[in-house]
Structure formats: C-alpha cells, structure tokens
C-alpha cells in the first residue's frame, strides 16, 4: 500500500511541476493565440458574439450588452478582435475589409477610454495599410496610437504597444527606414521584457533577426534568431517556430549554405501546410526556388516560382503576385529567354505602380533595365534606369542608386550622350566611395557571421537536446502513470480472483446447503430431484414415503433441535439397514430410492423393526412405487411427477387409520399414457383408478380409502366421461 501511495505522490508532483507556470495574464493569451491559431480565435469569437446592430452611441452600445446578459467590456474587446482578425493573412474572403471597416466604423462610435481610442486608430492604420498599400497614412495612426497609450502600465496596454511597436517597424523595414524601423524595434524589445514571455520576446528576437538580415548584417541577424530559438517553446508554438524557420532559410541562402537552406525552407513549408497558412507556404516556395536559381538550376527554380504563383492567384495576393512575377522574370532572364522574362517584369511593373510599392519598385525598374540591355533596347534602359535612380535615391539605397546609375551610364553612351554619361559616372564614383568597406572591416564582417553561424547551429542543437530532454520527462511520467495503472489493475486482479474464489466456494455451499434439510443436514426434496435428474432412471427399481404419522408435530411438542436429533438417527439407520438413499422431506416424513425391487409388507416390516429401535413409539403409513410406472420405456416421468404419486398413495395410506401400520401402492395396465400422470395429477389418477387403468393394492380394505383431492377438482364427479384423463 505505502508503494502506491508513494506513486500516486510522485504523479501528482509531476502534474503539479508540470502546471505550475500556466497562469500567463488573459490578454497575453489572447496575443499569442492570435499570431498561433487565429482561425480558433476568430471561431470563438463568432460563437460568443450574437448578430450586432448598427450602433450610433455607447448608450444604445451598453444597453445591446445587457439586453444580452454580456459584458460590456468584454464584447468591446471581441469586437476588436474580429475587426483585426478580419484584415489578418488567414482571412480570404473576399468582402474581409469591407466587413472590417464595418466593424471599424462600430467602434468609433464607442470607443471612448485611451485604450479603445488607441486600438481604433491601430485598426484604421492597419485597414489602409493592408487595404491600399497606403504606408505612410498607416503609420500616423500608429504613431497616434502609440502616443495615448505610451505611459500606461496597464497589462492591456502594454500587450497593445508591443503590436504597435512590431507592426510600426514593419512598415519601416518595407519603406526602407532602417533608423526609424530600429528605434521602434529596441521600444519593442523593452516591452517585451517588460511583458515577460517566452513567445513575445521568441517573436521580437526573430523580428529583429529579418531586420539585421534586411540591412545585410548576417552576424547580428544570426545572432538574433540564435536568441529566438533559445526563447521559442519548440512544437508548442508551430507557427512561430515556422517563421523563423523560414526567416533563417533566408539567411542560409545568403551565406550559401545551400543544404540548410533547404532544409529550413521545407520545414517551414510543411508547417505552414499543416497551418492552412497559404501565404507563407509560398513564401518558403519563393525561397526555395531562390535557393535552387542561386545553384543555377533554374528549372528546378521556375517549377517552384510557379507553384507559388499559383498560391498567391488564388488568395488574390497582388503584391505577392508582383514578387512572384519580378523572380521569374529574373529566372527567365538568366536562361535567355528575354521575351518571357520582360512580359513577366513588366506585368509586376504595372502592379508595383498601381500600388505606388516603390521599395519594390526600384528593383523591378533595374532589372527590366538590365534585361533591356542585354538585348540592346537602350532607350527602356535609360528609361528605367532613370526611374530606379530617382526611388534610390529618395530613400537612400547607396547600393540600388550605384547600379542604376551605372546602367544610365552605359545606355547614355550607347546613345551617343556622352556627357551625360559622364556626369553619370562621376556621380556614381562619389557613392561608390561611401559604400565600400574596408577589407579589415570585411574580414571582421565575416569572422562574426562565421562566430553566429557556429552560435546557431549549436542553439539549435541545444533546443533539439531539450525538446529531447522533455520528451523523456514525459516519457518518464508516462512510465509512472502506466507503472501505477499496471500495479492498480495486478492489485484489482488479485483481489478480483480472492472474491471469486471466495464466491465459488460460498456458491458451493450454498449449492450443499440448498440440498440439506436445514433442521437435520440430512439430504431433503431438492436433493432428491438433483439426484433422479443425474442417475439413470432404470436404475431406481422401487421409491417409498414413509410418515411416521405420531410424530409429525413432535417438532412443536418437543422443540425442533430434540425431534431433528431424532429423526437424523431414524434416518440413518433406516439407510444403514436397508442401503438405500434416504431423504427427509419434513419432520417425520421420509423418501427412500431403491435400485432393486422390494415387495410392500417386506418394507413395511423392516422399517417397523427398525423404527421400534428407533424412537418408534408411531404408527406407520407408506406410499410406495415400483417403477417404471409405465410399461413404454420411451415415457420418461420427472422426479416431481413420481413424488406426487407417491404423496397420493401416503395421503390414501393415511386415511385407513391408526390401528396397525399401513401401506397403499398402484400400478398401471399396459396400455396407460402418459397423460394419467399430467397435470391435475391426483383428478387424473383418481379418475384411472375409477376406470381400472390404475390398479391399487394395500394391507388394508381398499374400500375404506378415501383419496385426496385438489381444491380445483372437489366437487367433479369422477363417473362422469366429460371429465378427461
């Protein structure tokens, strides 16, 4: 016992350790179920809010809530909730902004505290940001945002700055402001701390790992994602765990690192498929085909750039569409299909314009430019060239104005305009001079990155040894849990064969006792049944019950232990004397079973002699049969049968009186049925005996028996044919 209670002990630690940090404050849990399964967030969300009307005030809001029975607050905040999950990347309905703006406009009407002012101005940014591409506008209603909420402690509000934070720098990275997108990254750094999660700060390290990977500082980048990792909850967290993933395969692909890259762009890619997550299984497509183009093996690359085509048709995704297009223009390029190649550039040019993307833009106008020059369309190079010239510049991209002014030098020449050209040049020695490190500052450069790669790799290896370390934990608990049902289930079999043993040994007696005639423990008139129905039935030759009419009552008038000693020495040597079978059916009445036949007077004699040594002080009455009753042997009569007869001839021997002993028997003609002995049993033998089927014999005058009759047949009159045998 003490060793099940030792493991019960053990179980109930292990639960206990194992529950014993999962109280993480509600809206951190609500964030990080947002960026893991927001298909389950928004599906509960649904199921709680009923169909809302339009509201024009909070008045007309607060009464909606509790006509409803719902908290105002928490309605407010499913109703933010739904609004930004609807412009999320797992939504693809069609009508998903219109829906959102619907719910917008909702909450501008009843927003009042800075917490939901703040929230809304988040939703408007997010809604024209993802809507029309429109980034600047998008980031003044961050900026408004982060302005009401900046000072507050409140749980809330610091969950709702960190989103602010992260998405700000963002949108940053993608307007190419490096020193803005930074200085929001480090405030979003802080509030993570602050928050104190895993997932959070997991998710701001590898944030600001594709940030240093953006800048092309791959050893501070590495350096981030090696923190990301050392903070994710491995397969906990299967969507965090695939963008960084993703993100590093880009990194690997950058330092050639081709086999890794591979290997973290199909991880990703079939984490995002289990997801649902469509966009990004494109996006690891993307790399792999860039992975497959930077080996020069470019069909490879085209069937990947096109399935992930296909993905970004489907979910309607213009700009994924347009990089799409950019990379196979590219690819067509470099296996001299030029043709191709600018339709593609030039179909993603249109888009890029469309959506006024020029931090994609700028790209897409250089290489149309170098495709163009390749096939000696100088004038396209002039004229994108130029384009890319003027984006690169505005947004400071040293290296993109360097290479468009270098194409505009060389198209400038071809066309004859050699100032211009020069000009050109001498603007694209003066970058050059800025933008070339020094070869110490290089050879430091790639001695990090080689530090950071080696940092990663065991990171990496220190996560598996962990996820490892707690599969074996649970194994472990596992292996106690089953131990501990397993000892549970051997204790219960044991005791279950105790109680079985115990019950066949109880149903045995009570099989025994049942079969005893509880006063004397003699065998009574069941075992006198059992006995006829496990014996062959030639084999009894002569049955007899025998009252010892004088002492029936002796039970009442001299107590019931004296008179059972009694008859149990009466029975005994009657059955010592006579080897026979001896039952006793109630005080002072026997039944003896015979295998031979024994004539009437000789029985009735030799009990008389018996009983006189006995405690026979009675008179004697016996009914006897000697069987088989019927002269066909194929009729077979029971046991209950024979020893209704035999009551019938004692009843019979019982009315000739008490001044001798008495006995009376019957026997059956040749021809008599079955049916004599069925059912009324004493109306059909008796009616026999009228009709002389039945003959009976007795030591006494025949004529003064007078035989017993049931209550159902008293009054029937035995002469008369009607009455069926």
Same mark, same amino acid.
């Given at each position: 016992?003490?060793?099940?209670?030792?493991?019960?002990?053990?179980?109930?630690?292990?639960?206990?350790?194992?529950?014993?940090?999962?109280?993480?404050?509600?809206?951190?849990?609500?964030?990080?179920?947002?960026?893991? &399964?927001?298909?389950?967030?928004?599906?509960?969300? #649904?199921?709680?809010?009923?169909?809302?009307?339009?509201?024009?005030?909070?008045?007309?809001?607060?009464?909606?809530?509790?006509?409803?029975?719902?908290?105002?607050?928490?309605?407010?905040?499913?109703?933010?909730?739904?609004?930004?999950?609807?412009?999320?990347?797992?939504?693809?309905?069609?009508?998903?902004?219109?829906?959102?703006?619907?719910?917008?406009?909702?909450?501008?009407?009843?927003?009042?505290?800075?917490?939901?002012?703040?929230?809304?101005? %988040?939703?408007?940014?997010?809604?024209?940001?993802?809507?029309?591409?429109?980034?600047?506008?998008?980031?003044?209603?961050?900026?408004? /945002?982060?302005?009401?909420?900046?000072?507050? @402690?409140?749980?809330?509000?610091? +969950?709702?700055?960190?989103?602010?934070?992260?998405? +700000?720098?963002?949108?940053? %990275? $993608?307007?190419?402001?490096?020193?803005?997108?930074?200085?929001?990254?480090?405030?979003?750094?802080?509030?993570?701390?602050?928050?104190? &999660?895993?997932?959070?700060?997991?998710?701001?390290?590898?944030?600001?790992? =594709?940030?240093?990977?953006?800048?092309?500082? $791959?050893?501070?980048?590495?350096?981030?994602?090696?923190?990301?990792?050392? #903070?994710?909850?491995?397969?906990? &967290?299967?969507?965090? &765990?695939?963008?960084?993933?993703?993100?590093?395969?880009?990194?690997?692909?950058?330092?050639?690192?081709?086999?890794?890259?591979?290997?973290?762009?199909?991880?990703?890619?079939?984490?995002?498929?289990?997801?649902?997550?469509?966009?990004?299984?494109?996006?690891?497509?993307?790399?792999?085909?860039? +992975?497959?183009?930077?080996?020069?093996?470019?069909?490879?690359?085209?069937?990947?750039?096109?399935?992930?085509?296909?993905?970004?048709?489907?979910?309607?995704?213009?700009?994924?569409?347009?990089?799409?297009?950019?990379?196979?223009?590219?690819?067509?390029?470099?296996?001299?299909?030029?043709?191709?190649?600018?339709?593609?550039?030039?179909?993603?040019?249109?888009?890029?314009?469309?959506?006024?993307?020029?931090?994609?833009?700028?790209?897409?106008?250089?290489?149309?430019?170098?495709?163009?020059?390749?096939?000696?369309?100088?004038?396209?190079?002039?004229?994108?060239?130029?384009?890319?010239?003027? $984006?690169?510049?505005? *947004?400071?991209?040293?290296?993109?104005?360097?290479?468009?002014?270098?194409?505009?030098?060389?198209?400038?020449?071809?066309?004859?305009?050699?100032?211009?050209?020069?000009?050109?040049?001498?603007?694209?020695?003066?970058?050059?001079?800025?933008?070339?490190?020094?070869?110490?500052?290089?050879?430091?450069?790639?001695?990090?990155?080689?530090?950071?790669?080696?940092?990663?790799?065991?990171?990496?290896?220190?996560?598996?040894?962990?996820?490892?370390?707690?599969?074996?934990?649970?194994?472990?608990?596992?292996?106690?849990?089953?131990?501990?049902?397993?000892?549970?289930?051997?204790?219960?079999?044991?005791?279950?064969?105790?109680?079985?043993?115990?019950?066949?040994?109880?149903?045995?007696?009570?099989?025994?006792?049942?079969?005893?005639?509880?006063?004397?423990?003699?065998?009574?008139?069941?075992?006198?049944?059992?006995?006829?129905? *496990?014996?062959?039935?030639?084999?009894?030759?002569?049955?007899?019950?025998?009252?010892?009419?004088?002492?029936? @009552?002796?039970?009442?008038?001299?107590?019931?232990?004296?008179?059972?000693?009694?008859?149990?020495?009466?029975?005994?040597?009657?059955?010592?004397?006579?080897?026979?079978?001896?039952?006793?059916?109630?005080?002072?009445?026997?039944?003896?079973?015979?295998?031979?036949?024994?004539?009437?007077?000789?029985?009735?004699?030799?009990?008389?002699? $018996?009983?006189?040594?006995?405690?026979?002080?009675?008179?004697?009455?016996?009914?006897?049969?000697?069987?088989?009753?019927?002269?066909?042997? /194929?009729?077979?009569?029971?046991?209950?049968? #024979?020893?209704?007869?035999?009551?019938?001839?004692?009843?019979?021997?019982?009315?000739?009186?008490?001044?001798?002993?008495?006995? +009376?028997?019957?026997?059956?003609?040749?021809?008599?049925?079955?049916?004599?002995?069925?059912?009324?049993?004493?109306?059909?033998?008796? =009616?026999?005996?009228?009709?002389?089927?039945?003959?009976?014999?007795?030591?006494?005058?025949?004529?003064?028996?007078?035989?017993?009759?049931?209550?159902? #047949?008293?009054?029937?009159?035995?002469?008369?044919? =009607?009455?069926?045998?």
């Amino acid at each position: 016992m003490h060793i099940f209670i030792t493991l019960l002990s053990v179980l109930f630690l292990s639960l206990i350790s194992s529950t014993a940090n999962a109280a993480p404050d509600d809206e951190v849990l609500t964030e990080v179920q947002f960026r893991e &399964n927001p298909k389950v967030l928004a599906q509960s969300i #649904h199921n709680e809010i009923p169909s809302l009307p339009r509201f024009t005030s909070l008045e007309q809001f607060t009464a909606f809530s509790k006509r409803h029975l719902l908290s105002a607050p928490e309605l407010m905040r499913n109703i933010q909730l739904s609004a930004r999950l609807k412009m999320d990347l797992y939504d693809k309905s069609k009508d998903r902004y219109i829906q959102a703006n619907g719910l917008i406009e909702q909450l501008e009407q009843i927003s009042v505290s800075d917490f939901d002012q703040s929230y809304l101005l %988040m939703l408007k940014g997010r809604y024209v940001g993802r809507s029309q591409q429109d980034f600047n506008s998008a980031i003044d209603y961050y900026q408004q /945002a982060i302005t009401l909420i900046e000072q507050s @402690n409140k749980s809330p509000d610091r +969950v709702l700055l960190y989103t602010l934070h992260e998405n +700000v720098s963002v949108m940053h %990275m $993608i307007l190419r402001e490096p020193d803005t997108a930074l200085v929001h990254l480090q405030k979003l750094s802080a509030v993570a701390k602050e928050i104190d &999660n895993d997932y959070l700060v997991a998710h701001v390290e590898s944030v600001l790992g =594709k940030f240093f990977y953006k800048q092309n500082q $791959i050893g501070k980048s590495l350096s981030h994602y090696n923190a990301a990792i050392k #903070h994710s909850l491995g397969d906990k &967290n299967s969507s965090q &765990n695939a963008h960084i993933e993703l993100q590093l395969s880009r990194v690997y692909r950058d330092l050639e690192s081709w086999d890794e890259a591979l290997a973290s762009a199909s991880s990703a890619a079939e984490s995002f498929t289990r997801l649902g997550n469509d966009n990004y299984v494109s996006s690891a497509m993307t790399v792999i085909a860039m +992975v497959y183009a930077n080996q020069e093996q470019w069909y490879q690359a085209v069937d990947y750039y096109l399935n992930a085509q296909q993905i970004e048709r489907r979910l309607g995704n213009e700009i994924g569409l347009a990089l799409n297009l950019h990379n196979l223009g590219e690819i067509y390029f470099k296996i001299g299909d030029t043709k191709n190649s600018l339709s593609n550039l030039k179909q993603a040019n249109t888009i890029f314009s469309a959506r006024n993307s020029e931090h994609y833009l700028v790209y897409n106008d250089l290489l149309i430019a170098e495709v163009s020059a390749s096939i000696g369309n100088w004038q396209d190079v002039a004229e994108y060239a130029t384009r890319a010239e003027k $984006i690169a510049e505005s *947004k400071q991209l040293l290296d993109e104005q360097s290479e468009a002014l270098e194409q505009h030098a060389k198209a400038q020449e071809q066309l004859g305009k050699f100032e211009q050209a020069y000009i050109s040049m001498l603007k694209l020695n003066g970058i050059r001079s800025q933008i070339e490190p020094s070869s110490d500052e290089f050879d430091l450069k790639q001695s990090k990155i080689k530090e950071q790669k080696l940092d990663l790799k065991l990171s990496k290896i220190e996560k598996q040894l962990q996820q490892k370390s707690d599969q074996l934990n649970i194994a472990h608990l596992i292996s106690l849990i089953c131990v501990f049902i397993l000892c549970l289930l051997v204790l219960l079999l044991i005791k279950q064969w105790r109680l079985k043993n115990k019950a066949k040994l109880l149903n045995d007696t009570l099989q025994e006792t049942q079969l005893l005639e509880p006063f004397t423990q003699q065998a009574n008139y069941l075992s006198f049944k059992f006995d006829y129905s *496990k014996t062959n039935h030639s084999q009894i030759k002569t049955l007899a019950l025998v009252s010892l009419s004088d002492q029936i @009552n002796s039970d009442l008038t001299q107590g019931y232990e004296c008179n059972a000693n009694m008859n149990k020495q009466q029975l005994l040597a009657i059955q010592n004397s006579l080897t026979c079978k001896s039952y006793i059916i109630r005080p002072g009445v026997f039944l003896l079973s015979f295998d031979s036949n024994i004539e009437a007077n000789h029985l009735l004699t030799k009990l008389r002699e $018996i009983l006189d040594q006995n405690h026979g002080q009675t008179s004697l009455h016996m009914g006897i049969l000697h069987l088989p009753l019927l002269a066909d042997p /194929a009729i077979k009569l029971s046991a209950e049968q #024979h020893f209704a007869s035999l009551q019938m001839m004692l009843s019979a021997a019982k009315t000739l009186g008490s001044n001798q002993d008495y006995f +009376v028997t019957m026997k059956t003609l040749n021809f008599a049925s079955a049916g004599i002995f069925s059912k009324p049993l004493y109306l059909n033998i008796e =009616k026999s005996i009228v009709r002389g089927i039945v003959k009976v014999e007795t030591n006494g005058n025949k004529d003064n028996i007078l035989w017993p009759r049931w209550k159902s #047949h008293q009054n029937i009159d035995l002469n008369d044919d =009607k009455v069926a045998i």
